[in-house]
């Protein structure tokens, strides 16, 4: 397979950086408008620094890591040129593959939407893809991105909620663990061991949600004992409005996802 990416920022140079680990670094190209980052980018990950994104289009999979607002100039650039048998893999939050198609008539398109945890290999990737690109090519689109994470096939109206839940969710998250960290340090516990364990505790509880399959609230349930302090703990979040305050930020996250596509 023959792979590019334009743009090797945050999020596209977390799931190229995977992917250089997975497959063959001298099949992988990567272009971006700082030439100092792409090049320092391809230095260190094994793969080939190309001038301009035209260069790039000379692979079956190209990998789009533009802002939607930067969009429209990257296609007035390359919408010619990109050949007739590649797949373009779009990450711009909120944008439509109608948009996309609009963008470039010719093109054949998946949209994909990932996370910062690519950067370890966990990313949650939600993909969708236009009728005209097959079921190999998009199984080899998810074999891809497979490099960075867990991904999953979703129908595109579900976009805008991926992107507010997996897409922003780590931000969320990372909120969370600061929070933990600085309830224990109030506690009385040294700082960075602060980190460690409330890092640790969402990191092992994510994985007990996963690999239990039993419903969060029957785990819930299962760590507050009668009288006991988890119990006061979840009282005074409910107090708190916490969960309100959550599904306040996702629903927040998905109506600008929305308007971003507009």
Do not use: W
């Not at 996702?250 to 596509?261: D, K, N």
Request: aromatic content about 6%; proline content about 3%; charged content about 20%.
């Amino acid at each position: 397979m023959t792979i590019s990416c334009i743009g090797t920022g945050a999020m596209g140079g977390a799931i190229m950086r995977a992917v250089c680990k997975k497959f063959d670094v001298t099949q992988i190209k990567v272009t971006d408008k700082n030439a100092e980052a792409g090049k320092k980018f391809a230095a260190e990950n094994g793969c080939t620094f190309v001038a301009t994104n035209k260069e790039a289009l000379a692979s079956k999979y190209i990998f789009l890591a533009v802002k939607p607002q930067f969009l429209g100039d990257v296609f007035d650039e390359i919408k010619d040129a990109i050949p007739a048998d590649s797949v373009v893999i779009s990450m711009a939050a909120g944008v439509k593959l109608e948009k996309l198609q609009n963008f470039a008539p010719k093109a054949r398109f998946v949209r994909m939407m990932p996370n910062v945890c690519a950067q370890i290999g966990e990313a949650m990737t939600a993909v969708t893809k236009s009728a005209s690109v097959t079921t190999e090519e998009f199984a080899e689109v998810k074999e891809i991105l497979s490099a960075a994470g867990k991904v999953e096939e979703v129908p595109e109206k579900l976009m805008d909620c991926v992107t507010a839940v997996s897409g922003s969710g780590p931000a969320f998250v990372f909120m969370f663990i600061e929070a933990l960290a600085d309830a224990a340090v109030r506690c009385g516990m040294p700082r960075a061991q602060a980190y460690t364990y409330a890092a640790q505790t969402v990191y092992g509880s994510a994985g007990m949600v996963l690999q239990s399959g039993t419903h969060p609230a029957v785990l819930k349930d299962m760590v507050c004992s009668p009288a006991g302090t988890t119990i006061e703990g979840v009282a005074a979040l409910e107090k708190n409005n916490f969960r309100n305050a959550v599904i306040e930020a996702v629903t927040a996250a998905c109506e600008r996802s929305i308007a971003l596509g507009k």
